[in-house]
């Protein structure tokens, strides 16, 4: 990633003075935002963030990125992301009963995590947008949109949102570009927070996108809730994408990513089906549970 450093530089000098001037709805920055940051990466950084083999993503899943760095990495995207939010008076919620509602939701999917011990807790972000979004920060953050929290449905395809990025960081996705580096003799200068932002809201690689939606089936229907939510949430998506085709312009983050959110839908219907023999009580929707911010492990409501 550094090995057009110079231009990086530029580039981030270029993107600090960007304006959304004609763009007054703080909404619409807030995906503005994220676009902005994904083409960023993939501008300025093609080489380095190329095409891997499976041997190059084996040896980069043998190196280890310590959790002090990992925290160090998060914390200035984090510092980043939430004053772009206060530059563009877009509204942040990190408290309150619907914080401690996604809170919960997160707690509840950790212990199935493969690296949980990694996270001593997640910290929620509800960000007032009517961008329909979810973004997993490196450290154990996660960002919700009020769009995606009003128009998701069901607790379960909430969950599977929340599953699908926790296992993002359970697997490390966002530490792939560090990895690189490390590989490399390389470093970082974490201290640019619009360079951490452009790696961190980077959009994954299609396989990390597969994991992640297979990770989510699974916790989801471990937990009971019906796997099925997930699948009609993106296609609802996708349905979403192709009358907005060709500029997407305010197409969820979630299903910008390949394989399209099509496919994505009905593999996760494939994978449930294979294992309903597991779980065969994976079937709680919670639409109630959602609409009054009560979690199913703390209250079960009747169809």
Known sequence: MLVLFLTWTFASFAFASYTLAQQPNPQDAFQEFFDKLANQSNTFMPGFLGELSEEQLKKLA??????????????????????????????????????????????????????????????????????????SIPGGRIVVTRGLLETVGTEAALVGVMAHELSH????????????????????????????????????????????DSDAVRWMMELQYEPKELARLLQSWDQRQEKQAPWMNFVPGFVKSHPDASKRSRRVLEQSNELRILWPNATYTGAKNLEQRIPANKRRFPR
Do not use: W
């Not at 011990?117 to 973004?135: G, H, K, M, N, P």
């Not at 359970?170 to 452009?198: C, I, W, Y």
């Open 169 to 212: 960081l359970d697997r490390g996705h966002q530490l792939l570009t560090l990895k690189q580096m490390k590989m490399l003799n390389q470093s970082f200068d974490v201290r640019n927070p619009v360079e951490s932002m452009a790696i961190a809201f980077k959009p994954f690689r299609p396989e990390f996108e597969t994991q992640a």
């Open 62 to 135: 043998e190196i280890e990125i310590a959790k002090s760095a990992e925290d160090t990495f998060g914390d200035r995207v984090l510092k980043g992301f939430l004053d772009h939010c206060k530059e563009k008076k877009i509204k942040v919620l990190q408290n309150g009963k619907e914080v401690s509602y996604l809170q919960s939701l997160c707690s509840a999917v950790k212990p199935l995590m493969k690296n949980a011990q990694r996270y001593t807790t997640f910290d929620l972000i509800l960000v007032e947008s009517e961008a329909t979004d979810a973004y």
